[in-house]
Every structure is written in C-alpha cells, then in structure tokens.
C-alpha cells in the first residue's frame, strides 16, 4: 500500500484546472454534470483514504476496542509514518463527518423551514409572496416542486422578463440543480482541495439554467435583462443555501455570455485542445484517486483480516 494511501488526499488538485476552463468552455450542462463527478469521486476516495489511516492510529491508542493484532508492526508498515498520519487521521476524519453532517442538516432544515413558510398558500406551481424584498428561488420537495417569487421582484420586471424569471427556476427544478449544488458541498467539506468545484459548479448550474430559459423564451437578451435587472434590485435569496435567480455566480459573465452566441452541446472535448487536456487530466486524476483507494482498501482489509486472532 505504502505512500499511494495517501494520493486519493492530493489527487484533487489535479482537477483545479479544469474548473475555470469548464466555465469558459464546455456546455453548462456538460460542465455542471462532469464536474460534480469528478467532485464526489475524488472526496469519496479522499475519505476513504483518511479511514484507512484513521483505523492504523486508532489501533496505537491504549485501551482501544480494536483486536491486539491490529497494531502489530506488520500493520503499521502498511502506512508511512504511521505514527503520526495515523494519529493525524483520527481528527481529520472527525472534522470531516462533523463538517458533512452539519451540511445535510443544514440542507434539510433550511427546505423545512421554507416548505412551512409556504403552508398557508395554495399548492400552485408557482408561490407569490407578498413581501417588499425582492427575490425569487426554486424550492424543491415537498408534495410538489415550487417556484417562489415576491411581489416586489414581479413588480420591478417587465412581462417578457418575468417568464424567463419563471422559466429559469423550473429549470433548476427539472434538472434537480439542488443536488447537484450539495454534491459539491459535501465533496468540499470532505477535502478542501475540491472547493474550486464547488464555486464553478455553482456557477455553471446558473448558466444551465440560464440558457434553459433563454430557449423557452426564445430570446437570449431577454433573459440577461432580467438577470441584470434583479441584481440591479436584488441583495440574492433571504437564505444563502437556496438557488436564487441572480444570486449564483457573477452576474456580469452570465450576462456577457448570454449576449453572445449559444455554446455548443459537445459532451467532450479533444484531447488537442486547452480545456480537452485539462478534462483528461482531471479524469485521469479522478481514476487514479479511485484505483489508488480501492487497491489501498482491499490491501487493508487483507492486512487486518490476517492479523486478526480468530
């Protein structure tokens, strides 16, 4: 097993170019799905990685529940330094279940409270609020997906602006975007490294959307006048957690990239290309991470299971 334990925990890094040029150059749908991939892979191998590590230093501690056999020196040799990353791993792995614990609770309560705020209103599709602060989100869950919108935000939009507003959040709702936006949230609690994901997944799912919307619509200016616009009134959603209509990403490229031409839907790039090499670096990094924790995870399991007394 040796040093590769510990490639899944650097191995992100491979997938920090590709973040920047996936916005500038790959479809947002394209981008948004490749780059939430690449983001779990590699924080499900990064924490398997710190387990494995973890169980070496939890075997070291006096008084432990673990089998004696689990500390013998043959156990130990499987993890460089061993001593001290086994030790290391114990709080790093701690922070890393407390930190992705508290991202779901969060998710999950921040949903609850705004499904409750909604209770009093009809079932519609679309929930009109009578507040004086202008801003719009998609809901999703509950008996029916929800698009929320003040009175405010309608009052400041022109007709036109107003259906590409509509046709914006549904289609957060109909891709599921939410998902995707926590997918990459707990990939960057479980490895720091993958936090450049997170932003230009958070980017590019508005992108998504906004170009979703700009076909419905049937008019690209349309819509970066609506986006511009409610910046221009809006301070974002009252939650940060929720998506909001011009609360993701900057403003400013979203517009500029509406106001130019459509990208192209081409799922992957060639390799002769910046951001082809950057995709298939990122791959390459990503199965790397993948086959360095599994075969570190089955050394380990056969590690332990002959040292175990039966």
Known sequence: MGVFVFLPLVLPLTAWPIARLAEQHLHPRTATRLLTAVAAVMAVCSTVCLGL???????????NPLPDGWSDPEVREA????EIAGKAAIPALCVVLVACGRTLWRHARVRHRAHRALAGLRPTEVAVLPDGAPYAYALPGGRRDRVVV??????????AERRALFAH????LA??????????QLAARANPFLRPLRTAVAYTAERWADEEAAQVVGSRRTVACAIGKTALVSRGTPVVTLAGFAAAGPVPRRVAALLGPAPAARRWPSVFTTVGLAVWAAAAGTAVSAMSSANSAVTMVLILYAATPL
């Open 53 to 63: 590590v973890m169980v070496v230093g939890t075997a070291q501690l006096p008084g």
């Open 79 to 82: 993890v460089p330094y061993d």
């Open 150 to 159: 003040t009175t405010a935000l309608l009052q400041c939009l022109e007709p």
């Open 175 to 184: 891709a599921r975007h939410h998902r995707f936006l926590l997918a990459v």
């Open 169 to 172: 959040e549904r289609a957060h």
